[in-house]
């Protein structure tokens, strides 16, 4: 199930790498987030992993991404507090912030929303569901 919760943030201010977009993946299951680094990769995005909720936000306030991929039940700080830290953060810049979980019910949903995460993906997301998405953002980034 894919859910909208918010707008997409508008335009970026930066010019997307040259390469694509610059993703950060927070996962805690290193083979899934390796595979979909790999994937993503392929398809010229520049790809960071963050496998605790600690990682993702020490990788995102150093070198903010467009797009955060956010697994929700990560240890230490949850997928949550990671969206809440990088909206902080980046002070109204854009970024793309996704839950890709297995925590899909109403309250979740909702919980994802005050977050300021913008897509609530169930797991397991196709990959090229994934791919099609940032493609997508970029295309409204350059615009």
Request: with cysteine; aromatic share 2%.
């Amino acid at each position: 199930m894919t859910t909208m919760l918010t707008d997409p943030p508008p335009a970026a201010s930066k010019v997307p790498h040259p390469a694509g977009l610059d993703v950060l993946i927070a996962e805690d299951n290193a083979a899934a987030a390796t595979s979909l680094a790999r994937i993503l990769g392929t398809a010229g995005h520049t790809v960071r992993v963050a496998l605790d909720g600690g990682s993702a936000v020490e990788a995102a306030l150093a070198d903010p991404p467009d797009v955060a991929l956010l697994d929700i039940g990560l240890p230490g700080y949850d997928g949550w507090e990671v969206a809440r830290a990088i909206r902080c953060a980046l002070r109204g810049r854009p970024c793309l912030i996704v839950a890709v979980t297995g925590f899909d019910d109403d309250a979740d949903r909702s919980r994802s929303r005050a977050a300021g995460i913008n897509l609530h993906l169930r797991k397991p997301t196709d990959p090229e569901l994934l791919t099609d998405l940032l493609a997508k953002y970029a295309r409204r980034q350059v615009h």
